[in-house]
């Protein structure tokens, strides 16, 4: 088995070093080439003296500087933090503050965005610029600035980087997700974890060298990060994309004769009833969904426009990886559902007390297995409440297994396939990501034009959910509330998938007898108000 992330590259390199790794707008980076970034930037990394567990964000697009950092930073033996590259300035601060990191990959342009939250990083040391200089240099007090170059030219030709101390059990990643309340929390992930979750995927999708996979989604994103290691694990081809138009990613999968293609609900979508042409027919031999339920009717076009690629439905969470898969042969027979358990994980339904539930009685799913993570970073009393023994397992005595509390509602059949029932929280799921209504809810606060408000979801047929805001007038407000100006905040502050698809103002907000917001009276009037109504468009306008 590969221990340390960075062995995937490496070992793919050995063996087959002419084998592309990587094609980004019209550049082919081989194994061998993508081997020799890693080493420039490991070494690179230990000059500055960026090793040895020390925490490496990343804030880019999905660029080949993004991903030789990633896993240079493994090789260095430092631990790496990607952020979504469309998160703002106030959630980006908020991770760098966190996570504790000591050294920041972006690009000049974003960093000037920046400016006023990297002040405020006490942790920060060094600020490395890809790309383009600007003729205006940022100059940011006890933060050495660096470009990329720098960092990669004195390290020309790449000596061979010091064997990594990290052993596999060891922290290799922070990846930040909502929580149910307040701001993102960050996962931790070790070498094992992601190097098994590879192999487990490749394990159940039949990857091989000759698969060219479409990465879509944020590197960020489990889901999309694992679109890096399931290639690197059998030395196929990744292209990185941004794309604007959902047609571009069609038009992509016949220009680079894409063999595999992972998607969110939201994408599948807008592509379903698309054009397919013939090259993207033939080539796509498998397309994967996760971040939530792909509709019915979505699936049923898709099937139809791509008669020859086997849809694969998977359901998993950030705290361990990537739980259950539904092949596509037991589609027909097992509708509605997310699968089995993946390789290299057990899965068990539980009452509250822990006890097993009967088949088809509702419970909460836990996993446990190699690929439960480490905890969340920085939090401990969230660490404890989701990551707890194993039920059937006494605490007393020796160590138990530590598995996933998931805090989602499924149902198991006779045959062994499980079924998503609901969420125990109050986590909006929407696009494939899951937000926190206290995020939404603070821009919301922010603006001074509200007294209270709530940030709840509601089905969508292709977000998943939509994010709607109901809140009351400031109790001293002369005149009704400026739902455009509140709009405009939440566009200004925070990334489009958070962006609510509808603001509602009442007089006054449910409260429950311990004077909270009654999520849950809201929830429900809201989902029959807007079922009786034409469905919500997002902010964006999906």
Known sequence: MNALLHDLILQSAEKSPDN?????????????????????????????????????????????????????????????????????????GHILTDAKVRALVTTQERA??????????????????VGK??????????????????????????????????????????????????????????????????????????????????AVLPLSFDYGLSQLTTA?????????????????????????RITGLAGVPTLWTQIAHLPWPDDARRSLRYLTNSGGAMPRHTLAAL???????????????????????????????????????????????????????????????????????MGYWNDPHATAACFRPAPGQAIKGKSPDIAVWSGDTVQQDED????????????IKTSGYRVSPTEVEDVI??????????????????????IVVVATPPHDARQEVNIDALMQQCKQHLPTFMTPAHIQIRPVLPHTPNGKIDRGQLATELTDLFQATAPLRSAAGQ
């Open 416 to 427: 062994g396939f499980f079924y998503f029932i609901g969420r125990k929280d109050h986590m």
């Open 112 to 129: 000037h965005q920046l400016t006023h939250v990297l002040g405020t990083s006490k942790d920060l040391e060094t600020l490395i610029l």
């Open 303 to 373: 099937r139809s426009a791509l008669p020859t690629t086997r849809p694969f439905l998977m359901y998993g969470l950030t705290e361990a990886f990537r739980s259950t898969y539904l092949p596509p042969e037991a589609l027909e027979h097992h509708p509605g559902s997310i699968g089995r358990a993946i390789p290299n994980t057990e899965l068990m339904v539980v009452r509250e007390d822990g006890s097993p539930c009967a088949t088809g009685e509702p419970g909460e799913l836990v996993h446990r297995g190699p690929l439960v993570a």
């Open 20 to 92: 592309v790794a990587i094609v980004h707008r019209g550049t082919v980076i081989r194994y061998a080439e993508l081997a020799e970034q890693i080493h420039a930037v490991a070494h690179g990394l230990q000059q500055q003296g960026l090793a040895n567990a020390a925490h490496i964000a990343t804030y880019l697009p999905k660029q080949a500087e993004a991903v030789s950092t990633l896993f240079g930073a493994s090789l260095a033996g430092a631990v790496f933090v990607p952020i979504n590259p469309l998160l703002k300035a106030r959630q980006v």
């Open 232 to 256: 690197f694990c059998v030395g196929a081809s990744v292209v990185l994309m941004e794309y604007l138009m959902p047609r571009d990613v069609i038009r992509a999968v016949a220009t680079h």
């Open 445 to 466: 606060h922010a603006s001074g034009l509200v007294a209270e408000a709530a940030a709840l979801g509601v089905p969508h047929p292709s977000l998943g959910q939509a």
């Open 133 to 214: 200089s600007d003729p205006a240099p940022l100059d940011i007090p006890g933060v050495n600035v660096l470009p990329w170059n720098e960092l990669i030219l004195a390290s020309r030709p790449a000596p061979p980087s010091p064997p990594s101390s990290a052993r596999e059990g060891d922290l290799a990643a922070i990846l930040y997700t909502s929580g149910s309340s307040g701001q993102p929390k960050g996962v931790m992930l070790s070498h094992r974890n992601l190097v098994l979750g590879a192999q487990s995927v490749v394990d159940y999708l039949h990857n091989t060298a000759d698969d060219r996979l479409l």
